[in-house]
């Protein structure tokens, strides 16, 4: 499983709690980890690289979260600057939409289609009102 991608501790617990006891699989999990072939950290950072360029910090934040992640690890693998995610909010919104919203519905389906991908709200209102002027 490792071979093919980074994996976090609490995946490979959950995808192995069929093929053997939970004493023995925390066992083996223990040795990967100690031989450096698993690790939590460096899932994190995978993630966060594949993912980041679609997605706002909350959106990352969940999703590790939900993988069983430590807090310390995703606050060390998330990108610091809110510049650098108001630039991804930017390309998002880019990719998606074409002019900027035109109405009150218009601006609330945008508003409401970043903020699924995790984004902030002042961060979204940032992003919108550059479009409107």
Wanted: charged fraction near 35%; glycine fraction near 4%.
């Amino acid at each position: 499983m490792l071979a093919r991608r980074e994996h976090s501790r609490a995946e490979l617990l959950r995808k192995l709690a069929a093929d053997g006891t939970r004493e023995d699989i925390h066992a083996v999990l223990d040795q990967l980890e100690g031989s450096g072939l698993l690790s939590d950290a460096r899932f994190a950072e995978a993630y966060v690289s594949s993912r980041a360029a679609r997605v706002g910090n909350a959106r990352l934040r969940h999703d590790l979260r939900a993988r069983g992640i430590a807090d310390a690890i995703i606050a060390a693998a998330l990108p610091a600057e809110a510049d650098s995610e108001t630039e991804r909010a930017r390309q998002v919104w880019r990719r998606k939409f074409a002019a900027p919203p035109a109405d009150r519905a218009d601006y609330a389906r945008q508003a409401r289609f970043l903020q699924q991908r995790g984004f902030a709200v002042d961060i979204i209102r940032k992003v919108l009102k550059e479009q409107e002027e």
